[in-house]
């Protein structure tokens, strides 16, 4: 007499489980000691040889006596120089500085007049300090 056993396997699987934690977090508040933003800038594109390429950045600033400086640097295109964002911010952030408003490009009218707009929204309660002129070019006869 024969006697067979007949074994059952069970596949073994493992329930794969995902546990997620959320942290509640209180909105941070704003710390007395840090003054909210004072600076704002805008880079100005042109299309260049059918891509559009940063050529400059205009910068508003508030000073202590709440009045809005705007500083602007360019890069000299026809000169074949290439626009660096941390130069140019630096050059721009100088101008608001001048006692004397600087004239802007022919070529920021345009964006100047959008960028003041943008100055009438961030900063509402401030003055804008210096007249906004552009510069005359004069055409030399030689």
Known sequence: MTTTTKTKTKAKTKAKTKTTTTIKTKPKKQNKNNPPNTIIHQYVTKKIGGAKRKIGVIIGRIDPWNEVRIGWSRVNINAGDEFDKARGYEIALARTNAVKSIPYPPSFVEEMS???????????????YQSISVQKWVRRIK
């Open 114 to 128: 959008k960028f003041q707009a943008r100055i009438k929204r961030y900063f509402k309660n401030a003055k804008l």
